[in-house]
């Protein structure tokens, strides 16, 4: 382990500790409570429940069982890790790009920041489609007319906005309440999103219902490799990888004794995950059968005034994940121009590269529309190698490792089954996810109205 001093230099950037890491703070002030608002936050949005009947339907029964069982479990032991590492050789490590350079040197810095970057904007391109999706979902229960009607890139334009004012709470820590309120809104999304399947899915004649795989050999095979980066989204990004990407960040907010705080937050939003993703994953499927939409919201029929309260659950939950996301961008963006403080220059840099950024997401969401298709792209590119990939090799580097022989080369075969397994998952994944997208771009023109 390099002292701090030798830290600093070998090709990598050091951040600025407490300021210059997406709200980390110098002792943290947070409970267990608002870790797990915060973890709750990231893994359980409606962009994450949302195409997992979709990703079933692909998959059909038995690997689609399979492979929701094994992401839950991967990812939440890789959350576990990436925890017990916060305070690795001594040391606090405020982000998960510094943990990464802590064990592997300056590649593990580059390694993480690059797909911490590529994660992070693809999971915001998704989320704000699917919140100008419901958006447009509300507008519609209550304006039926055809003429003059929103389009969804309307609905779009004005989520980006309100996302720009939430963008200039200065770091994670301030969300706490914001989160709060979305993790609220994740149980009230998910009550009413599967309540409202199994009353669709009883008024569906059953005797008609087909759950066999859909299309010729070739597009049952890309759909499940599109399906596997949609599930490695939803439980990388949410189930425990999304915190991966933020879990450090967050960690350095909680109060002592630290581990066990975060531990128990991490359990507890875990404790929402099983129920939600799993009842929504599996009722989808069984309702709507290999029929059902890439958001599952679209799919739903009746009572419509619930229809309106799930979407508007989506919208509130989703401006919470959002901000959770940004906040590792936005950190970069503050170390460059060192603002830091809350100045009134550093307020006004930080509204010029929030706006950058709300635009360049805002415009390819408008652009490309195209939900499942970003979910998956997002899965495969972006949390797959951190959240499935790097946590496990991490355990390998770093001898975290159970005393027993036994046990100790069990967890290494695991640790490296798991690494190379997803490896060539993601790989898999990105290519059927860029097949669904050309597809798209040849079917719909851009900015078209979903």
Same mark, same amino acid.
């Given at each position: 382990?390099?002292?701090?001093?030798?830290?600093?230099g070998?090709?990598?950037?050091?951040?600025?500790?407490?300021?210059?890491?997406a709200?980390?703070?110098?002792?943290?002030?947070g409970t267990?409570?608002?870790?797990?608002?915060?973890?709750?936050?990231?893994? &359980?949005?409606p962009a &994450?429940?949302?195409?997992?009947?979709f990703a079933?339907?692909?998959?059909?029964?038995?690997?689609g069982?399979?492979?929701?069982v094994?992401?839950?479990?991967?990812t939440?032991?890789?959350s576990?890790v990436?925890?017990s590492?916060?305070?690795?050789?001594?040391?606090?490590h405020?982000s998960?790009r510094?943990?990464?350079?802590?064990?592997f040197?300056?590649w593990g810095?580059w390694?993480?920041?690059?797909?911490?970057?590529?994660?992070?904007?693809?999971?915001?391109?998704?989320?704000?489609i699917?919140?100008?999706?419901s958006?447009?979902?509300?507008?519609k229960?209550y304006?039926?007319?055809?003429?003059?009607?929103?389009?969804?890139?309307?609905?779009?334009?004005?989520?980006?906005?309100?996302?720009?004012?939430?963008?200039?709470?200065p770091?994670?820590?301030s969300?706490r309440?914001?989160?709060?309120?979305?993790?609220a809104?994740?149980?009230?999304?998910?009550g009413?999103?599967i309540?409202?399947?199994?009353?669709?899915?009883?008024?569906?004649?059953?005797?008609?219902?087909s759950?066999?795989?859909?299309?010729?050999?070739?597009t049952k095979i890309?759909?499940a490799?599109?399906?596997?980066?949609?599930?490695?989204?939803?439980?990388a &990004?949410?189930?425990?990888?999304?915190?991966d990407?933020?879990?450090s960040?967050?960690?350095?907010?909680?109060?002592?004794?630290v581990?066990?705080?975060?531990?128990?937050g991490?359990?507890?939003?875990?404790t929402?995950?099983?129920? *939600?993703y799993?009842t929504l994953a599996?009722s989808?499927?069984?309702a709507?059968?290999?029929?059902v939409?890439?958001?599952?919201?679209?799919s739903l029929? &009746?009572?419509?005034?619930?229809?309106?309260?799930?979407?508007?659950?989506?919208v509130?939950?989703?401006?919470?994940?959002?901000?959770?996301?940004?906040?590792?961008?936005f950190?970069?963006?503050?170390e460059?121009?060192?603002a830091?403080?809350r100045s009134?220059?550093?307020?006004?840099?930080?509204?010029?590269?929030?706006?950058?950024?709300?635009?360049v997401?805002?415009?390819? *969401?408008?652009?490309?529309?195209?939900?499942g298709d970003?979910?998956?792209?997002?899965?495969a590119?972006?949390?797959?190698?951190?959240?499935?990939?790097?946590?496990?090799l991490?355990?390998?580097?770093?001898s975290k490792?159970?005393?027993?022989?036994?046990s100790?080369?069990?967890?290494k075969v695991?640790?490296?089954?798991v690494?190379?397994?997803f490896?060539?998952i993601?790989v898999?994944?990105?290519i059927?996810a860029?097949?669904?997208?050309t597809?798209?771009?040849?079917?719909?023109?851009?900015?078209?109205?979903?």
């Amino acid at each position: 382990m390099s002292s701090p001093a030798t830290a600093r230099g070998g090709g990598a950037p050091e951040d600025q500790g407490a300021g210059g890491e997406a709200g980390v703070e110098r002792g943290g002030r947070g409970t267990w409570r608002h870790a797990a608002f915060h973890v709750a936050t990231t893994i &359980a949005t409606p962009a &994450a429940y949302a195409p997992l009947p979709f990703a079933v339907a692909s998959l059909g029964w038995p690997l689609g069982v399979c492979s929701l069982v094994i992401g839950t479990l991967v990812t939440w032991c890789s959350s576990l890790v990436v925890a017990s590492l916060w305070q690795w050789n001594g040391e606090k490590h405020t982000s998960y790009r510094l943990l990464a350079k802590s064990i592997f040197g300056p590649w593990g810095y580059w390694y993480v920041s690059f797909f911490q970057q590529v994660a992070s904007v693809g999971n915001n391109i998704a989320i704000q489609i699917a919140a100008g999706s419901s958006l447009k979902a509300v507008y519609k229960h209550y304006y039926t007319a055809d003429d003059g009607a929103m389009t969804l890139q309307k609905f779009i334009i004005l989520f980006g906005a309100f996302e720009l004012f939430l963008s200039q709470l200065p770091d994670i820590h301030s969300l706490r309440w914001v989160n709060a309120i979305c993790t609220a809104s994740t149980v009230g999304f998910a009550g009413t999103t599967i309540g409202v399947t199994i009353h669709d899915g009883y008024q569906i004649d059953r005797k008609e219902v087909s759950y066999s795989l859909q299309g010729n050999t070739a597009t049952k095979i890309f759909r499940a490799f599109n399906a596997l980066g949609t599930i490695a989204f939803s439980f990388a &990004a949410r189930n425990s990888g999304t915190h991966d990407i933020s879990l450090s960040e967050i960690q350095s907010t909680v109060r002592e004794p630290v581990r066990a705080n975060m531990y128990k937050g991490v359990s507890a939003a875990y404790t929402i995950i099983v129920v *939600s993703y799993w009842t929504l994953a599996f009722s989808g499927y069984w309702a709507f059968s290999s029929q059902v939409q890439p958001y599952i919201l679209s799919s739903l029929t &009746a009572p419509r005034w619930a229809i309106v309260m799930a979407n508007l659950f989506a919208v509130i939950q989703i401006a919470g994940c959002f901000q959770i996301y940004c906040r590792p961008t936005f950190a970069y963006f503050e170390e460059q121009v060192q603002a830091t403080n809350r100045s009134c220059r550093s307020c006004l840099w930080r509204l010029m590269y929030t706006s950058a950024y709300m635009a360049v997401i805002t415009l390819v *969401s408008a652009a490309m529309p195209f939900f499942g298709d970003f979910v998956s792209i997002c899965g495969a590119v972006g949390f797959t190698p951190l959240d499935f990939v790097l946590p496990g090799l991490a355990l390998l580097k770093t001898s975290k490792l159970p005393d027993n022989l036994g046990s100790q080369y069990a967890v290494k075969v695991l640790s490296a089954a798991v690494a190379v397994l997803f490896s060539i998952i993601g790989v898999l994944a990105c290519i059927g996810a860029i097949r669904s997208i050309t597809l798209d771009v040849r079917t719909y023109k851009l900015f078209h109205d979903m």
